[in-house]
């Protein structure tokens, strides 16, 4: 874990041209906290695999059910140790996934990362790696290969995470994670319907202080365009359709709990 402090410290001396105090919030990730996840938690979680998010109840998910024998290493127990680590702007969380990637093939350690983003209004990067731990089992102490969360947020969508959690975790234990029902899009008065939204609503602020932050410091890849070569460079070609790209939903967990 130092060795991960360390690393995380110097990769931020690369971070928009060298101003390594725009990475994180605080300054420094040398305080990161590990946590274990709670024991109610936990059983949530190996029912929402086994059971909920289950299409082939009551035969097993394509990845095995999760049972006492499997529950360190199975693949989708992926948040038994986890730690959050806070970025100041929008583009810092994938910065900082795409470093650690580097860090864990140089060392021969298996990881994956992904981008976390739900029709709640959660918007993160989500960072896993293998790491030997020794764990009691029945009578004996066993090394077990298990994975570690580390969660890649923004300051701006740690704050509405604290707030809306309790409402995701009801949710989706008692929901599919493909589950379809959109009645509370028309429901302003719902804290359902405020919280996604406010969700969203950071997320467009949060890119729109980041590319302001680009323009102040010159960090833009190009030239800026005044305003109206803009609206002319936008505008689609008379007699053509415009392309619009549509990314899927990632139905996974989320933020304080996500895919926990």
């Given at each position: 874990?130092?060795?991960?402090?360390?690393?995380?410290?110097?990769?931020?001396?690369?971070?928009?041209?060298?101003?390594?105090?725009?990475?994180?919030?605080?300054v420094s990730p040398s305080d990161l906290s590990v946590f274990t996840k709670p024991y109610q938690s936990l059983l949530n979680k190996v029912y929402r695999?086994?059971?909920?998010?289950?299409?082939?109840?009551?035969?097993?998910p394509d990845k095995g059910f999760v049972d006492y024998s499997s529950m360190y290493e199975h693949e989708n127990m992926n948040d038994l140790l986890r730690a959050r680590l806070v970025c100041k702007y929008m583009d810092g969380p994938k910065f900082v996934a795409?470093?650690?990637?580097?860090?864990c093939k140089e060392r021969c350690i298996k990881s994956k990362y992904y981008s976390m983003n739900n029709d709640l209004g959660y918007y993160a990067w989500h960072f896993y790696f293998r790491i030997p731990?020794?764990?009691m089992v029945n009578e004996g102490v066993e090394e077990k290969c298990i994975w570690f969360e580390l969660q890649l947020t923004t300051q701006l969508s740690e704050l509405i995470t604290g707030l809306t959690h309790g409402l995701y975790e009801g949710r989706r234990s008692t929901?599919?994670?493909?589950h379809t029902d959109q009645k509370w899009r028309w429901e302003p008065r719902s804290q359902?319907?405020?919280?996604?939204?406010?969700?969203?609503?950071?997320?467009?602020?949060?890119?729109v202080i980041q590319t302001f932050r680009d323009e102040?410091?010159?960090?833009?890849?190009?030239?800026?365009?005044?305003?109206?070569?803009?609206?002319?460079?936008?505008?689609?070609?008379?007699?053509?359709?415009?392309?619009?790209?549509?990314?899927a939903m990632a139905g996974r967990d989320s933020p304080s709990e996500a895919d926990s």
């Open positions: 874990m130092n060795d991960l402090i360390r690393y995380l410290n110097e990769i931020a001396a690369e971070y928009a041209g060298g101003r390594p105090h725009l990475l994180y919030y605080p695999i086994n059971c909920i998010n289950n299409r082939r109840f009551p035969d097993r795409s470093a650690l990637a580097s860090f731990v020794e764990i929901q599919p994670s493909n359902l319907f405020r919280s996604a939204y406010l969700g969203h609503t950071l997320h467009l602020l949060e890119g102040v410091l010159d960090l833009m890849p190009g030239k800026d365009m005044a305003i109206s070569e803009m609206e002319s460079a936008s505008a689609p070609i008379s007699g053509s359709a415009p392309t619009v790209n549509a990314e």
